[in-house]
């Protein structure tokens, strides 16, 4: 069975940017909190950091999305393209 690219798609970059939407919501509210993903997070994406406004936040969510969307689309493409391959069978000498 192959995925449907779009919604294999879409599902990872809702998925992937709520998490860090989230997680940068919670260390809002409580400073300690996720820290160190948000560190790891923040060593991936240029031009986002762990300083604890919303703006960061928004900024942390946007790449996510996107970055959940390109990886849904390769994740996706690269399932069909070998699901759809048939198996190989040996067919024995009768």
């Known amino acids: 069975m192959k995925l449907s690219v779009s919604a294999f798609t879409l599902t990872a970059a809702i998925l992937w940017g709520a998490t860090v939407l989230l ?3 919670a260390n809002l509210i409580w400073p300690t909190y996720a820290v160190g993903f948000l560190e790891l997070v923040a060593s991936i994406y240029p031009g986002y950091d762990v300083v604890g406004n919303i703006g960061e936040v928004i900024v ?6 996107v970055d ?5 689309l390769v994740f996706a493409l690269l399932y069909n393209a070998f699901v759809g391959r048939p198996a190989k069978t040996e067919s024995k000498p009768q």
């Open 23 to 25: 997680c940068g919501i």
């Open 60 to 65: 942390g969510t946007l790449y996510a999305v």
């Open 68 to 72: 959940g969307a390109v990886f849904g």
